[in-house]
């Protein structure tokens, strides 16, 4: 188990990994584009050695890269589904060229459909950009949702039900902790968090999660509301954290904060405390 942030790419994607090791990383994840879409800035040649040669410098084990926002892979508009599509594959593309593990992307949202049928769009979607990228050696993962909405992904039956719709056994899940909360999945307690890995181990299973967004919470349990919180000032608190630490099958996945970017350097600190603490 790695610690890391989200860390800005502002002034050249080279200079994020010098800014990873200067918050504490041990791994980090960026953006490689604005995550309001567009056309991407040129990653060059010696901007990609250059961050490559640094994260090795530095000692910063994997990077992660995050897809833009706005995508919607279960769009009723083909045009949004298909803009999605090719994001995504040009993403997978970018975080190939600076090294990354694995790109995250939001699933999208049902709106003006059926749950069903958007589930299916979403699944067709991400077989494209899989039939797509064969042979690249970046994994794709699926965020969870906090359910707010006709977001998708909320519940692990949702999850579960794209990944099997979808038929592709490299596709991964990236499990959110502010989502899972505001989903009305319970990790504060030994009791609540055991109950939501049985959970987790009865529809996709915790072999498929390639990463973690160790986020708090602003917001109550099951709020249906997405709220990221600084480590140990939300309503899952420091404590809260501990079975998740705890946990043997969490223990090889990196850890992401993604908190407002002033306090980040604190939440690292805070995180590595808890490490410490439970293993």
Sequence with gaps: MKIGC???????????????????????????????????PEISDSAAKK???DRQRLGLSNCYVHTPYIINLASA???????????????????????????????????????GDAVA?????LREILNKTRGASVKLLIENSAGQGSTLGGAFEEIAEILDKTGEPDLGVCVDTAHLFGAGYEIRTEEGF???????????????????HCNDSKVDL????????HIGFGKIGTKGFNPL???????????????????SALDIKNLKEIRRKTQ
């Design 222 to 229: 099951g709020s249906r509301k997405d709220r990221h919180e």
């Design 245 to 263: 630490f705890s946990c043997a099958e969490f223990r090889g996945i990196d850890f992401i904060a993604e908190t407002p970017p002033e306090k």
């Design 77 to 115: 508009k083909t045009d949004i589904r298909k803009n999605s599509v090719a994001m995504i594959v040009e993403d997978l593309r970018r975080a190939d060229l600076v090294g990354a593990a694995c790109a995250v992307t939001h699933i999208g949202t049902a709106a003006g459909m059926e749950r």
């Design 194 to 212: 055991e109950k939501t890995v049985k959970n987790i181990n009865a529809t996709f299973s915790t072999e498929k999660i390639g990463l973690i």
């Design 121 to 125: 769009k979403a699944a067709k979607s």
């Design 6 to 40: 989200h860390i800005s790419i502002s002034g050249g994607i080279e200079k994020a990994p010098q800014r990873a090791a200067e918050m504490g990383c041990e791994c980090f994840q960026i953006f490689t584009r604005s995550p309001r879409g567009g056309q991407p």
């Design 51 to 53: 961050f490559a040669a």
